[in-house]
């Protein structure tokens, strides 16, 4: 069976008038260093006629700027790529793996004010967790998905960690939010990272069916490995099925899709498909 997936994600905003626009800034593309190869990629703007350029955010991310001169009624973003989702295993490093040992962003080693249920939790955990760097994080890594039960919350922003230990609950940018500020806590440099997390499942007569979404994970600054990814959500790292797309100390610094508008009504609409490639 091949390991080639197509992947076509559209993002389509449609509003109640014609609007001014202002400069939209989507992060949708995948990053260099990421260990799933992208065999090719394109990215699609509609209306017709906006102005798009290709740079870097302040986080280093390969980022579209786009602009339109006239009034728009929607807005629309296709991104189409192909991968290969080869298996690797995430602690192994080979020659091609980049192993970034230093961070020169001091916002992912802020130390964070941690609250009262924060605080109880690493403390109540701390004796628990092996003193190896890579397998401490797996295991807290593994205590966050078993205790933050996933929900979809489609609110905009994410809850603080405080939050999220006392409901239990959170969507996937939370849990990987507590994370992040947990890692930092313990002294270590950690970022939040949003992307897209493909899986196989199986269907009605254990047929496969490819599942894509937009989601998101934390990576860990370890000695020897680099910027690990940690999934919280199921409580795995991340490997061959999540392919990041943008990374940043806060949260908002890795927003697919970011930028001003005039005050209108809109309604929002996001489809993915997937689909395995044989040869």
Known sequence: ???????????????????????????????????????SYTL??????????????????????????EKVTHFNVEVSLVADMRVYDPLRLTDESPLCTQDCDTAC????????HATTFINDLHALLPE???????????????????????????LS??????????SCRDSAWLMV??????????????GYLVQSLHGAGDEEVLNGDLH????????????LGFDTTSGRLAGEGHIPLAVAAEPEGAAPISGLLDRCESCFNVSMQVQRLFS
């Not at 699609?44 to 870097?56: D, I, R, S, T």
Request: proline share 7%.
């Open 181 to 194: 500020l947990l890692a930092r806590h313990m002294g270590f440099a950690a970022r939040f990272v949003s």
């Open 109 to 116: 080693r802020s130390q964070p004010q941690l609250g009262e």
């Open 44 to 69: 699609k703007v509609e209306p017709a006629g906006a102005e798009l350029g290709w740079g870097q955010d302040d986080n280093g991310n390969e980022t579209a700027f786009i602009r339109f001169d």
């Open 132 to 158: 190896d760097p890579a397998r401490k994080f797996i295991k807290l890594n593994e205590v966050i998905a078993r205790r933050v039960r996933y929900e979809r919350r489609m609110e905009p922003g994410v």
């Open 216 to 227: 998101a994970w934390a990576q860990v600054l370890l000695p020897e490995h680099g910027w």
């Open 1 to 39: 069976m091949s390991s080639q997936i197509t992947l076509v994600h559209r993002t389509c905003y449609r509003y109640d008038r014609p609007v001014v626009m202002g400069p939209q800034t989507v992060r949708l593309r995948p990053m260099k260093d990421c260990r799933t190869p992208v065999l």
């Open 161 to 170: 960690a405080e939050d999220v230990l006392s409901r239990n609950c959170g």
